[in-house]
């Protein structure tokens, strides 16, 4: 990747393409009995901070069930690829219906947790473990049973067609033969 951790954190909340933090890696949380989930301090490196010195950010619904978590110019720069302007189509009409009712922007309190809302939690099936995953220029947050089926579902990518359309992709972004023989 060529980039150090600190390099990374230069431009948070700049698309990965603008060379702005980029969220990758898994872990695992437990919920606790408030609804607060701590929030890994790679993960927290990558949301900026408000007037106040605490992290922030935009917590919405996901796609195939899990939470996404984008620092404000992340979701700024996805909603923009929604059609949103005030007499759209019925169809952009009902994703920003979806979309908007349930972002929330949240604050990690001082000990890097967030706040998880009831309805998100019970759209993202939330119960007490959650697994959260740096996608690009987002978190997402799953249940921990759903992402479980989610990589069982999908464990066909981690074998060797798998890795050869990885290895297609990776060698038409990088201009190289990707390295395999």
């Known amino acids: 990747m060529g980039q150090s951790g600190s390099e990374w954190t230069e431009g948070a909340g700049a698309s990965p393409e ?7 890696g898994e ?3 437990s919920v606790d009995s408030k609804k607060r989930v701590f929030v890994p301090k790679r993960f927290q490196q990558g949301l900026p901070m408000d ?8 917590l919405t619904r996901g796609l195939d069930g899990c939470l996404y978590l984008f620092p404000e110019k992340g979701f700024n720069r996805a909603i923009k690829r929604l059609n949103t302007e005030a007499f759209a189509s ?3 009409l009902r994703l920003q219906r979806l979309i908007f009712s349930v972002s929330q922007r949240i604050t990690l309190d001082g000990s890097g ?7 998100l939690v ?21 249940s921990a049973a759903r ?30 033969d990707g390295g395999r023989s």
């Open 122 to 142: 019970e759209m993202g099936g939330i119960g007490k473990d959650v697994v959260m995953v740096g996608v690009m220029d987002r978190v997402e947050i799953w």
């Open 18 to 24: 603008e060379g702005g933090f980029v969220f990758c």
């Open 147 to 176: 992402w479980a089926e989610f990589s069982a579902a999908n464990a066909a990518s981690d074998d060797e067609a798998g890795f050869d359309e990885l290895e297609q992709l990776l060698s038409g972004a990088l201009g190289t």
């Open 51 to 58: 007037s106040q010195g605490s992290r922030v950010a935009v």
């Open 90 to 92: 019925k169809q952009d």
């Open 113 to 119: 947790r967030l706040l998880l809302p009831a309805k």
């Open 27 to 29: 872990s695992n949380h």
